[in-house]
């Protein structure tokens, strides 16, 4: 193998790269960010999702007593905190568990 052809082969590696580079940094810059609200906040919604969601046919309709639930969730434990501590600051035992505290009985 002669130095030519070494020097032909590592010109068309080079070439190859180069425009393999060149293919990819105008490919990434092609994108221009269309319809930005705000420097990257640039998300669209697909072709026909309605401008107002309630009331469409992709309105969750969620159920109010599915929604409530954690509320009520937080509810029973502050109720069953404040059972604790009161029981606490009666006996100056703590309690866990609310079954067991005489009062809550």
């Known amino acids: 193998m002669s130095i030519i052809d070494r020097s032909v082969r590592l010109s068309f590696i080079v070439a190859g790269a180069s425009a393999l580079g060149l293919a990819m940094v105008v490919g990434a810059s092609a994108y221009?960010?269309?319809?930005?609200?705000?420097?990257?906040?640039?998300?669209e919604p697909k072709p026909g999702y309605p401008e107002q969601v309630a009331g469409s046919k992709y309105d969750p309709k969620h159920n109010p007593k599915e929604l409530n639930k954690q509320q009520e969730?937080?509810?029973?434990?502050?109720?069953?905190?404040?059972?604790?501590v009161?029981?606490?600051?009666?006996?100056?035992?703590?309690?866990?568990?609310?079954?067991?505290?005489?009062?809550?009985?």
Do not use: H, L
């Open 32 to 43: 221009d960010g269309t319809n930005c609200k705000a420097p990257g906040n640039c998300w």
């Open 73 to 84: 969730s937080i509810k029973g434990m502050e109720e069953r905190n404040a059972q604790r």
């Open 86 to 105: 009161q029981y606490f600051k009666q006996s100056g035992q703590f309690v866990y568990d609310t079954k067991k505290i005489p009062s809550a009985n």
